[in-house]
């Protein structure tokens, strides 16, 4: 994710190009950072180098949402992912009702603050997720480690019983984690900020913190 504390960072344009050649091929950011127009042309060099792309929503109101929802459509994001869980029904009506081809993964569970945190009780949590999964969206989206539970256990709880692709947001920082979300063999996860503080390699630039997680995979 080209983003950190969850704001897509003012250079997203040049980090991409630097990107482009250590063989990452899905890249996303936030929905707040940039104008529309940069947006326009981040996604649309995402296209042109093959890569799948991700909008992530981190606002809360409800126009704001759906301000994000048209952003990831009028920019052509292969997913959008996040949003409030309260929001998810409406939103795929939405989606239905224009016939795109943009996959949608929201939130589950109760997110707060900014950059978001998750609460709530794990079998609220993974209820969100199966209220998703009735909802006909195309996976979900975990803040696992930035839950103020047991997040061990919660993830064991919705790799166990969620039968949607799993993607894991937020907060990871470190091979160990990556080694965990390899062992749950869950459908993705991002790295954002980690990744511009230089923890994967050494205090080194962005494409050998890419490489270097990409090594590990």
């Not at 459509?73 to 869980?85: T, V």
């Not at 993964?105 to 997720?129: K, M, N, Q």
Request: aromatic letters at 8%; glycine letters at 12%.
């Amino acid at each position: 994710m080209l983003t950190r504390s969850d704001v897509t960072v003012p250079n997203a344009l040049e980090v991409l190009e630097e990107l482009k050649g250590t063989g990452l091929r899905c890249v996303g950011c936030k929905d707040v950072g940039l104008d529309r127009g940069l947006y326009a042309d981040l996604f649309g060099r995402m296209r042109d180098y093959g890569m799948r792309s991700f909008l992530e929503i981190v606002t809360y109101d409800e126009g704001e949402h759906f301000r994000g929802i048209d952003l990831g459509l009028e920019i052509g994001a292969d997913y959008i992912i996040g949003g409030m869980p309260e929001y998810s029904e409406k939103t795929m009506e939405d989606l239905r009702a224009r016939k795109g081809g943009t996959k949608f993964f929201p939130y589950i569970g109760e997110i707060a603050e900014h950059p978001c945190v998750l609460r709530g009780s794990i079998d609220e949590i993974i209820e969100d997720g199966r209220e998703a999964e009735r909802l006909g969206v195309d996976g979900v989206n975990l803040l696992l480690y930035r839950y103020e539970g047991d997040q061990r256990a919660l993830l064991e709880e919705a790799v166990s019983k969620l039968r949607l692709p799993l993607l894991v947001a937020g907060n990871i920082s470190s091979f160990e984690m990556i080694e965990e979300m390899k062992r749950n063999d869950v459908w993705a996860f991002t790295i954002g900020s980690a990744v511009f503080r230089g923890d994967f390699a050494g205090g080194r630039g962005v494409a050998d913190q890419i490489r270097a997680v990409l090594g590990a995979l």
